[in-house]
Structures are given as structure tokens and as C-alpha cells.
């Protein structure tokens, strides 16, 4: 019997990334295993078998550039827009990423409508935004945050194309080919700039985790989906409905 490989192990063979495989494989672009609940593995010859055919097509999609010196803002300026892609840099790099689905803009719209009439009563002055807003940390970390909120003492930060500084609040919705960088590299730049408060939705999941920056580090300090109460130590009276925010309708 042909041995059943991991993700990682299809990944080195077809010289792809593993975040490519696990993309193609919710898709159901590659023949899958499935063990158990979200246990995958994949037969070689199964998946070779129907690359040949010609009727898949998998191949690594270039999302990240470099250059020498690397980006900088100046650079990102420079860079044309092309319909159904956005563009950040991380730690000089460009990454280039599709534009959100539908279901990512029904959570993030939902979301930010619940932060906006907790934020109206907690800080007046306080501002919401909603990507697409650049938010420049330095001259090479330029990010796209789903959703961000600036109290209202730091009006300091708010330049007229863009927001230059450490706003309070920032949450990332997070999709399939964005999790590693939303969960790893993002959090890592956002903890060295000392952004306060860093949320993670999970729209497949369902999930909402909240971390708070401690001691240089962040630390989970409430997570829910369907069904829980969300509570927040630094947000008193804080509260989420989130079967509301992850509520998918009945015709998907």
C-alpha cells in the first residue's frame, strides 16, 4: 500500500510551500485523505495522476518580492494598483495578496459596526478604520490592517493619506493564504512597534482571540466563537455577539 504523506512531505516533492498545499487542498484542487477531522494526507501517485490529466493546475502563487536594499514607503507609493490585489511591506518586503472575499467583508463589517457603538460610549474621540488605509510603523513595515482604532489623544498619528504611528487597536481577519503571516510575521511587527491590543478572527473557524502587549509580549486574554461571551480586561462592558459576527448565510 502506497504510503500516505503529510502536507509537508507533498509540499518538498512538488516543490510548493505547505500554506500552497493546504490552500489547493480546501479548494479541492488535489486529492485529499481525510483521516479524521481536519486530518489530511495525500497518496503521491493520486495527486501526480491528476496534475497529468491537465484539468489541475497547481502551481506557486509569488506573492512576496524583495529588492538590494529592500522596500521602503517611497517605493510603495510608486507601486501601480492592480484590480483585485492589495500590497503591504513587511519588514521591506512587498507582499502582494487577493483582495478579501465576501464572507471576510460580512465579518469585518459586522465587527467593526459592534466596535463602533462600544467605542462611541468608551472614547468619543476615538476613531474606527477599515482598511484599505495604509498604516506606516516605519519606513519599511507599511500595513493594511482589516480594522484599526486610534484614541482620541493620539489625533497625532492621523495624516491625511494615511495613519503614521502606533494606533491602540489593530485586527487582522485572517483568510486562507494569510494565516502564517497574520499569526507570525504581522503579530512580530506589530509587538516591536507596540501596538497594545492585537485581535486574530478566524472567519473558517469561527474564532475571535485577543491579545494584550505585556512586558514586550503578547498575551492571549480572551478568545470565543458561536455561542461563548466575549469579555475584555482593558474594554469594560465589552460585549460581542459573535454568532452575529461569524453568522454565514443560509444559501452558502
Known amino acids: 500500500m502506497e504510503k500516505l504523506l503529510t502536507a509537508q512531505e507533498l509540499a518538498e516533492i512538488l516543490s510548493l510551500s505547505v500554506d500552497t498545499i493546504w490552500r489547493y487542498t480546501r479548494q479541492k484542487k488535489i486529492p485529499v ?8 494526507r495525500y497518496e503521491k501517485e493520486a495527486v501526480l495522476a491528476a496534475l497529468a490529466m491537465g484539468d489541475l493546475s497547481v502551481k506557486e502563487e509569488r ?3 524583495s529588492k538590494q536594499d529592500g522596500y521602503t514607503y517611497e517605493d510603495y507609493l510608486k507601486i501601480p494598483e492592480e484590480p483585485g490585489y492589495r500590497f503591504e511591506i513587511l519588514k521591506g518586503y512587498l507582499v502582494k495578496e487577493p483582495t478579501p472575499t465576501v464572507h471576510h467583508q460580512r465579518v469585518s463589517r459586522e465587527l467593526g ?6 467605542f462611541d460610549g468608551f472614547d468619543s474621540e476615538g476613531e474606527l478604520f477599515f482598511a484599505p488605509l495604509d498604516v506606516t510603523l516605519t519606513n519599511s513595515n507599511v500595513l493594511q490592517p482589516d480594522i484599526l482604532f486610534v484614541y482620541g489623544t493620539k ?3 492621523l495624516r491625511r493619506e494615511r495613519i503614521d504611528g502606533v494606533c491602540d487597536l489593530v485586527v487582522e481577519i485572517m483568510s486562507p ?3 502564517r503571516k497574520d499569526r507570525l510575521r504581522k503579530m512580530e511587527i ?5 501596538i497594545p491590543h492585537y485581535w486574530l478572527v ?3 473557524e469561527n474564532t475571535l482571540e485577543a491579545f494584550i502587549l505585556r512586558d514586550g509580549s503578547y498575551t492571549l486574554v480572551a478568545a470565543g466563537g458561536p455561542g461563548d461571551e466575549l469579555t475584555h480586561p482593558e474594554f469594560p462592558g465589552l460585549d460581542l455577539d459573535l454568532d452575529r459576527i461569524f453568522r454565514r448565510p443560509v444559501s452558502e
Request: glycine letters at 6%; a neutral charge.
Open 190 to 194: 506589530y509587538r516591536k512597534a507596540g
Open 177 to 179: 493564504t494569510n494565516r
Open 63 to 65: 506573492s512576496e518580492y
Open 155 to 157: 489625533k497625532e498619528i
Open 113 to 118: 459596526r459592534q466596535l463602533m457603538t462600544f
Open 33 to 40: 485523505v481525510e483521516l479524521g477531522e481536519k486530518q489530511y
Open 202 to 204: 478566524d472567519p473558517e
